[in-house]
């Protein structure tokens, strides 16, 4: 049988070795300036969300900011708004067919949809 590891459980001891190793000083994080007049990033990084969504919709056809139902090949009816998965989505080299979609908890993508149409009241 082989013999067991020993551990120890001091955590007084651990505790005095870890604040004598030295920890690398790195430099603090410099404060946001909400007072300057430059454009806001946060505006800019959505505009290109939505100008790439938009490509996107006219590509596929698929509508993202309207309730709608979705047929899958599988037989699976979906209803709700359509959202690109982000992980896919902020990929650039990806092409359309292999984004992955979702509407509510069920992801597909655009081979799987057999009709997309909105609902309108």
């Known amino acids: 049988m082989s013999e ?3 551990f120890d459980f001091n955590l007084t001891a651990a505790a005095s070795r870890a604040e004598a190793s030295p920890i690398p000083h790195e430099p603090a994080q410099p404060g946001l300036d909400f007072t300057s007049e430059a454009p806001s990033g946060f505006a800019a990084w ?8 938009n490509k996107i919709s006219r590509a596929t056809g698929l509508i ?7 047929n899958l090949a ?4 979906l209803h709700g ?21 979702r509407v509510g908890g069920v992801s597909f993508r655009l081979p799987e949809i057999e009709s997309c149409v909105t609902l309108d009241p």
Do not use: C, H, Y
């Not at 959505?46 to 969504?53: C, I, L, N, P, V």
């Not at 993202?64 to 979705?70: A, G, M, S, T």
């Not at 708004?81 to 979609?101: G, K, M, P, S, Y």
């Open 64 to 70: 993202f900011d309207r309730p709608v139902e979705v």
């Open 4 to 6: 067991q590891p020993e």
């Open 74 to 77: 599988s037989g699976i009816t």
């Open 81 to 101: 708004l359509v959202q690109i998965d982000t992980a896919t989505f902020l990929r650039t080299d990806i092409r359309n067919n292999e984004l992955l979609f």
């Open 46 to 53: 959505r505009e290109q969300w939505q100008a790439r969504k």
